[in-house]
Nanobody
């Protein structure tokens, strides 16, 4: 069993930065990759970024390229999402996800989410 816990969300102003964290606990050896998704009010959940835990390959949605950076702490089972140059349209609940079944870009484990609110 793997548990994912996000943290780091908050209320910021347009142009500010935030760093989100996702701590994985439990049977973490089963995790192949981790990802961040977000869901804005009234919208569907969308992919933000992902990282493979072996080769540390990273992937980004177009809106995230150049503004967001995903990384992993090699000492701990923590994945970060650095958010910069935030816009009000980045306001959403940000969810951490993990793939423990070795199915690329398919995630079977989810955290509860952390709220990011960007004011103009």
């Amino acid at each position: 069993q793997v548990h994912l816990a996000e943290s780091g969300g908050g209320l910021v102003q347009s142009g500010d930065s935030l760093r989100l964290s996702c701590a994985a606990s439990g049977r973490t050896v089963s995790i192949w990759s981790m990802a961040w998704f977000r869901q804005a009010p009234g919208k569907e959940r969308e992919f933000v970024s992902s990282i493979t835990l072996g080769a540390l390959n990273t992937y980004y949605a177009d809106f995230a390229k150049g503004r967001f950076i995903v990384s992993k702490d090699n000492a701990e089972n923590v994945v970060y999402l650095q958010l910069t140059a935030l816009f009000p349209q980045d306001t959403a609940i940000y969810f951490c996800a993990a793939d423990s079944l070795n199915r690329p870009f398919q995630y079977n484990l989810w955290g509860q989410g952390t709220q990011v609110t960007v004011s103009s």
